[in-house]
Structure formats: C-alpha cells, structure tokens
C-alpha cells in the first residue's frame, strides 16, 4: 500500500519592496504559496504595470494624477521579509 503525499503546507510570504522612510516610495504584499518561488512567481503574475492613486486632502482640483509604476523584474526573493504558516482549517 503507497502512502497518500502529503501536499506541501501554504505559507504566507511578505514581500518588501521599496522603503518610502528612505525614498519616495515603497510597497509591501503578502502573498500565499508553498514555496518562496511560488510566492514570488505569483506576485510577480498579479502586479500591475502602473496604478492610479487617490490624492489625499483637499487636493483634487491642484493634482491633475498621480499614478504609480511597478517594475517586476526587480522584486527578488530578497525582497520576502518575513513567512509564516497559514492556518488552513480557518480557526
């Protein structure tokens, strides 16, 4: 009799990209996967190229946009800052 594989646990991965406390912008996601690389694979699949961001205050009619652009070749695995175990009975 084989035994059943046991499928690899999910994990939820923090990617830290950017630091807006050094320059003008940073980011983070956590992301859910079984692995780092998957994690990474999958952020990378789901990040825009650009975003349009919401101005705060009273600025609508001085700023015309503001938009945000991503470059996903340059998030790494160096970039997960912290992993954990995701609890899958959702206790």
């Not at 503001?66 to 800052?81: K, Q």
């Amino acid at each position: 009799m084989k035994k059943a594989k046991k499928s690899p646990k999910l994990r939820s991965y923090l990617f830290s990209c950017g630091d807006s406390s050094k320059g003008p912008i940073g980011f983070c996601a956590r992301v859910q996967a079984t692995s780092r690389r998957k994690a990474l694979r999958l952020l990378k699949a789901g990040l825009p190229t650009e975003a349009a961001i919401q101005t705060a205050g009273d600025t609508e009619a001085s700023i015309e946009y503001l938009n945000v652009y991503f470059n996903e070749d340059a998030v790494t695995l160096a970039d997960v800052e912290d992993e954990e175990d995701v609890d899958e009975d959702g206790a």
